[in-house]
């Protein structure tokens, strides 16, 4: 640290039963560099073992997530302005007999401000990520871990020019190297069954270039229009293959190293009108068009789903979506209270799921396992909070619905998306008694995910077979839950936090699988996996 500086170095942090957190400011060169770290842990998972087996945690559990960021910021010039950060975090979810979910992620950045006058500057930014994704399975005693994620490498540069008062524009480019790892599986022990198997990594490029102008017509209307160019393209090494209708590969391209093996491009046009009613009230209509060229590929029947990150391909085209919005925005009594109503339709194009009876874990071919369609997003969103006085907080309520339809599903009607909530509502209120303490509540409640469960079941030949109906014609019970907390103030840069997570002890499920019953093997029973009940957290924050 310079010995010159009349800054010092910060630290602050908080030490609770469930979690700590470190952090440390501090300056490297006085008024022209700067140093931020910050580290955390949780340690749920060392008092798992105090809660009953019948509270539906299970034996062996362990839950927790550590990360860690890293930020440099650097005054190179009166016009310039360097940041570098870095990110390192894992989750680990170990369910015991169930087997465990690992996943996490890894970036690093390097962004460079630079302005060329009052009126113009700049972002140029360059990004690493590393995403990565781990589950095991237990199979009797040996453990079979799967693998998957995706790497990026990114850069991209970003332009503000405010004209005047009336104009500004923004425009960049952007472009994306990803290598997408689809999944590997690995041996738990040696005399583990499985064989090691990996499925080739896929390459694609990705760039953009985007345009929008944002015009005052007057202090009450105010349009911002815009395009995006999206190009995305496959690119060798690899294999792709073309299918029949029942799924036998036709013929097979080959491609090389850097070779293009499909491109997909197109414009993404949106335009968006906010008219000011009066002083404390406004309408706002949109409309815009997305196009993703990267999908997930996940199995909604399984209680720990596989996720399957799948760009574009020669067969898989990217799914877009056209979306018009309309909302309602109120201020109450001089900004007191704010309230705004929402209404959507989104159109969906391209949509990708997967055949009945697919298998598309490690699957090589999962494309011959994959059916098209459409889809369809809509709902309503409503929002009030209240922003002063002592007691402050906002209530959230969502009515949506998610929809897609194919052709060989569900006899081509109309069945919920594995992401369709009906409803979504959150509560939060915060309390503030005296300069000593404050009190928070939260609760929340959303409807079950959509998920195909089997609908019976039937013996062939000795060979029992899972009988399923319609896709997703079933929901995982209601999510809801409560949290409270206190807060006491005391010194000038410490605070103690008593709360509770989940407060009423509501056992949500984590996942929901079947089993023949232990009682009566013709029989199935349904399992519900929860992975704690209770969570009671002291914490104690400081700075100095």
């Known amino acids: 640290m310079n010995d010159g500086s009349k800054k010092e170095a910060s630290i602050y942090g908080g030490i609770g039963l469930i979690s700590s957190r470190l952090a440390i400011e501090a300056p490297i060169i006085k008024d022209k560099m ?25 034996e062996n559990s362990s839950i927790y997530f550590y990360d860690f960021n890293t930020k440099l910021n650097a005054i190179l010039g009166e016009n310039d302005r360097l940041f570098l950060s870095g990110y390192f975090g894992k989750d680990v979810a170990n369910l015991g007999d169930e ?18 006058s009052n009126k113009i500057f700049s972002n140029t930014t360059f990004l690493y990520s590393d995403f990565n994704f781990d589950l095991g399975v237990s199979e009797g005693k040996s453990l079979v871990e799967i693998n998957s994620g995706i790497k990026d490498l990114s850069l991209k540069t970003d332009f503000q020019y405010y004209l005047n008062n009336e104009n500004n524009f923004k425009f960049g480019i952007h472009g994306v190297k990803h290598t997408f790892n689809p999944g590997k599986i690995s041996e738990g022990n040696k005399d583990d069954k499985y064989e090691s198997f990996e499925i080739k990594n896929i390459h694609a490029l990705e760039g953009n270039l985007y345009a929008s102008h944002e015009y005052k017509f007057s202090n009450r209307l105010k349009l911002e229009y815009g395009i995006r160019y999206s190009n995305f393209s496959i690119i060798g090494p690899g294999e792709y293959f073309n299918f029949t209708k029942t799924g036998e590969i036709i013929d097979t391209s080959i491609y090389k190293s850097g070779e293009i093996a499909k491109t997909y491009h197109g414009i993404e046009p949106r335009i968006s009108f906010n008219y000011f009613l009066d002083i404390s009230s406004s309408i706002k209509l949109s409309y815009a068009r997305n196009r993703q060229n990267i999908h997930l590929l996940t199995n909604s029947s399984s209680g720990t789903p596989i996720d399957r990150w799948q760009p574009s391909t020669p067969l898989i085209k990217p799914e877009i979506s ?19 109503a929402e209404l959507y339709y989104k159109d969906l194009k391209n949509q990708v799921d997967y055949k009945n009876g697919a298998d598309l874990v490690l699957n090589e071919f999962v494309e011959a396992d994959l059916v098209f369609g459409t889809g369809r997003a809509y709902g309503m969103e409503l929002y009030l909070k209240k922003n002063l006085g002592k007691f402050t907080g906002w209530v959230s309520y969502t009515l949506s619905r998610v929809e897609k339809k194919f052709v060989e599903i569900n006899k081509g009607k109309l069945f919920p998306a594995k992401q369709d909530k009906t409803h979504d509502l959150s509560l939060v209120g915060v309390y503030n008694m005296n300069e000593d303490w404050t009190f928070s509540a939260t609760w929340v409640y959303s409807t079950g995910n959509a998920v195909t469960f089997p609908s019976g079941k039937y013996s062939i030949g000795g060979k029992t077979t899972t009988y399923y109906t319609e896709r997703n014609g079933y929901r995982m019970p209601a999510y809801h839950r409560l949290d409270i907390g206190a807060t006491w103030h005391f010194g000038e840069d410490s605070d103690l936090t008593f709360s509770v997570y989940n407060a009423y002890g509501r056992t949500n499920a984590y996942s929901i699988t079947f089993r023949e019953a232990k009682s009566d093997p013709s029989k199935t029973e349904a399992v519900k996996l929860a992975l704690f009940k209770y969570v009671p957290s002291i914490t104690y924050n400081f700075r100095f």
């Open 99 to 116: 087997g465990s979910v690992k996943w996490g992620n890894t970036t690093g950045t390097i962004r460079w401000n630079h302005i060329f």
């Open 322 to 340: 056209d979306q018009i919005s309309v909302g309602y925005f109120k201020n109450f009594k001089n900004s007191a209270y704010e309230f705004s």
């Open 34 to 58: 700067s140093l931020i770290l910050l580290g955390r842990r949780t340690y749920l998972d060392l008092f798992l073992p105090l809660i009953p087996r019948d509270e539906g945690v299970q």
